[in-house]
């Protein structure tokens, strides 16, 4: 398994401004993930952080409002851009690895975002 | 594409009685399965997973989800609920062939309350 460490774990932001959140892994991982819980609801992929290059985005999630960047194997970070209120959610970082022995996801505790 | 339905957005059991979370899929390749638990104020914590082997799969905390094909379902059960159990579970699935074990697509939850 691995450690996931997300920093802030929660943060209340004004709109407009914006907030970037880091994902710390304690061992190398190949796939990284950032998802989206918005208040009662489900988890939504935003995009797959790829080292190296440009984060692979989901339909309805653009870089220009959700930039990732990932250096290394063991970090990500995301950061969420002008934002406004529709914007508070928990925002979850996941990791793994590929091959067939490596069949689940591991998530972090989650930064919950307030945007007043 | 890929799609989970959770039947029922609220569940609520005595302790002591039957558990049943109900989840269907839709997918147009073998999927595998994940059932995920949500704490509060936590991050989620995998409590079993089907990936093609034994269609019946025993997780943790005396959980255990069966697949049927037939049935496109993958319903999670627990003989005998405990206190400890009320949280938000959430249904995944993800596409190991073509977008890897990792990259879930979730369902929309279900909360599970358990009285005395």
């Known amino acids: 398994s691995a450690v996931i460490s997300q920093k802030p774990s929660r943060d209340i932001c004004q709109r407009g401004t914006s907030l970037t959140i880091q994902c710390q892994v304690d061992?190398?991982?190949?796939?990284m993930f950032w998802y989206r819980q918005q208040p009662g609801q489900s988890l939504t992929l935003i995009a797959t952080?790829?080292?190296?290059?440009?984060?692979?985005?989901e339909s309805g999630f653009v870089i220009d409002k959700f930039p990732i960047s990932r250096p290394n194997l063991t970090f990500s970070t995301l950061t969420v851009s002008n934002m406004s209120p529709e914007d508070s959610s928990i925002y979850l970082c996941?990791?793994?690895?590929?091959?067939?022995?490596?069949?689940?996801?591991?998530f972090g505790q989650g930064t919950r975002l307030t945007v007043v | 594409a890929q799609s989970v339905t959770q039947l029922g957005s609220h569940v609520s059991v005595s302790e002591g009685a039957l558990v049943l979370l109900r989840c269907n899929y839709s997918s147009s390749v073998p999927p595998y399965l994940f059932w995920y638990v949500q704490y509060p104020n936590q991050g989620l914590q995998l409590l079993l997973k089907?990936?093609?082997?034994?269609?019946l799969v025993k997780g943790i905390n005396g959980f255990e989800a069966e697949f049927k094909k037939s049935e496109t379902s993958f319903h999670l059960t627990k003989p005998s609920a405990h206190m400890s159990d009320a949280a938000e579970y959430f249904c995944?699935?993800?596409?190991?062939?073509?977008?890897?074990?990792?990259?879930?697509?979730f369902g929309t939850g279900t909360r599970l309350l358990v009285s005395p």
């Open positions: 952080a790829n080292q190296g290059s440009e984060a692979t985005y």
């Open positions: 996941s990791v793994g690895n590929r091959g067939s022995r490596n069949t689940e996801a591991f």
């Open positions: 089907y990936t093609s082997a034994a269609t």
């Open positions: 061992s190398q991982v190949t796939m």
């Open positions: 995944a699935v993800s596409d190991p062939e073509n977008t890897g074990f990792q990259k879930l697509v």
